[in-house]
């Protein structure tokens, strides 16, 4: 290891740095990092092995955190973070929600992923090059799995399954990364632990009112109680999951291209198929044209009159327009 590593270097730096190598074009080297620090156990040891790391990649840090102001000490701890950063010579920006309305975790979400975005525009403008600056944050496994259990308790299909993805493009500008998928909750409180990390605990994370809470206190406690390891199984699940939705848009794109004759579908090619496939192709077909989610039920009629009548059409959102006769089925908008 390097000179300043070889006196903190540890397993756990060891884990996180032959991911980040073993997964190609994950983070390159030579960019600056946008990391989001909430303060909480998963974004301080986040900070503290990618800062112990940076030399080897040539990567300039930044911490980004967002004061939501829900607690009476959000003030302060959002100071006592700003002076560790300070001390290890972190620049940190921050932003405050004021009054801007955040009440629901899916509007807290937004306000987060919004002013993430807009920070990342200051420092490395998209005009420019926006591959030069990826935003991290720290989701762990454990958060993953707490996805997967939400999603498939509200009936989510196998893409919703598929859970947090590692890597994605934040506005189609900025790539947003999550090397911590890697550990779980308990890993990080090790790696807190181990390394003395500070970290700050929000009071708010203990409110059981809030689903994503409920899930982690309750659910997950009991489920690693009787299968300890679970979260990490859970994950690799939706890792496959996610593998799988995308063989089978893939094999959708060949199937659709097989039936297609000038712009057309052949309504005989598709009758060919199942019922399930049918309409998993015509949901491929309608979700390249329409801009709001189209239900499994409007899809499966959809298929099922195809099927049965030699003409008929059926309008959905945008103005897409599903035409068909006996032999060719149209998409217009």
């Not at 181990?194 to 994370?205: A, Q, R, V």
């Not at 309750?218 to 063989?247: A, D, F, W």
């Not at 712009?263 to 949901?283: K, P, V």
């Amino acid at each position: 290891m390097v000179n300043t590593l070889k006196t903190n270097w540890t397993n756990w730096h060891h884990i996180f740095h032959q991911s980040i190598l073993n997964s190609e074009n994950f983070m390159p080297n030579d960019i600056k990092l946008l990391i989001s620090v909430s303060g909480g156990q998963d974004s301080m040891a986040l900070m503290t092995l990618l800062n112990d790391i940076k030399e080897q990649h040539n990567w300039s840090l930044n911490v980004w955190h967002g004061n939501h102001n829900w607690h009476n000490e959000s003030e302060e701890f959002a100071k006592e973070l700003q002076n560790y950063c300070f001390q290890k010579k972190i620049i940190f920006f921050q932003d405050s929600a004021g009054e801007i309305d955040i009440s629901t975790e899916e509007k807290a979400r937004k306000w987060r992923y919004q002013k993430l975005y807009e920070k990342a525009s200051e420092i490395s403008p998209k005009n420019k090059n926006p591959n030069k600056l990826y935003i991290v944050t720290g989701h762990t496994c454990t958060d993953n799995t707490e996805t997967f259990l939400l999603n498939l308790a509200r009936g989510s299909n196998f893409g919703g399954l598929g859970g947090i993805p590692k890597k994605r493009l934040l506005n189609k500008d900025y790539f947003l990364v999550r090397p911590f998928m890697i550990f779980s909750r308990n890993d990080t409180g090790a790696i807190c632990k181990k390394l003395n990390i500070p970290f700050w605990i929000d009071p708010t994370n203990s409110d059981t009112q809030l689903k994503r809470n409920l899930i982690r206190h309750k659910v997950i406690r009991e489920l690693e109680g009787i299968y300890p390891g679970c979260s990490h199984r859970i994950n690799n699940l939706t890792e496959k999951m996610k593998n799988y939705s995308q063989e089978r848009a893939e094999l959708c794109e060949l199937a659709i291209k097989s039936c297609l004759y000038d712009d057309e579908i052949s309504r005989a090619t598709l009758n060919d198929l199942c019922e399930q496939t049918r309409a998993t192709l015509l949901h491929t077909l309608l979700s390249k044209k329409c801009n709001k989610q189209i239900s499994s039920k409007n899809i499966s009629d959809l298929s099922k009159q195809i099927f049965k009548k030699n003409s008929g059409e059926k309008c959905f959102s945008n103005g897409v327009k599903v035409i068909w006769n006996e032999n060719f089925i149209r998409f217009t908008f």
